[in-house]
């Protein structure tokens, strides 16, 4: 989630950038001032889009990650030792919820857009998912994931039976 931070920063310095630098091509007028401001807006446009989009899937990242069902740590980085706390500095690893999945900068949302959760299987090691448009081909995903205590998985099943419909089967 981090990375789309820095995306989403990245994109708003670059659209800040190109509309001081259009905004000065309009006061000072140079010879080729047309292909300029067309070539600043276009990039401006574009960047602005990259904006929009990145700020989207950083929303829906966080409602992933808060509403997470299954929190599966890949890698957690801690702080140095001479730290007093030893609270984690960066977790690498995937987020599930009803809502969808998250792993690195990759948002896969369920149940939006015409993308639905179609299956879900939590086996001995692994947890399954598959999931796709009305028409189109299912995509897959298989996670390491050790089976949880009974308990746990019974709030897994009801979870996922209560937001998006699907029940999920344990083999």
Do not use: C
């Not at 690893?93 to 369920?110: M, N």
């Amino acid at each position: 989630m981090k990375k789309l931070v820095v995306y989403a920063w990245i994109f708003l310095a670059a659209t800040i950038i190109i509309a001081a630098a259009l905004t000065s091509l309009l006061i000072l007028q140079p010879p080729i001032f047309a292909l300029s401001a067309l070539l600043l807006f276009a990039a401006g446009t574009a960047s602005l889009l990259l904006l929009i989009t990145t700020r989207k899937k950083l929303s829906a990242a966080q409602a992933i990650v808060d509403s997470a069902v299954i929190h599966i740590p890949i890698a957690v980085m801690y702080g140095q030792a001479s730290e007093r706390s030893k609270k984690p500095r960066e977790d690498y690893g995937v987020y599930v919820s009803s809502f969808g999945i998250l792993y690195g900068a990759k948002v896969v949302r369920f149940n939006q857009g015409g993308i639905w959760l179609r299956a879900v299987e939590i086996g001995r090691d692994y947890i399954f998912f598959a999931y796709g448009m009305n028409d189109g081909e299912l995509e897959k995903i298989r996670l390491f994931y050790s089976k949880p205590s009974e308990d746990e998985l019974e709030v897994i099943i009801e979870n996922f039976r209560k937001d998006t419909g699907v029940i999920p089967v344990v083999s």
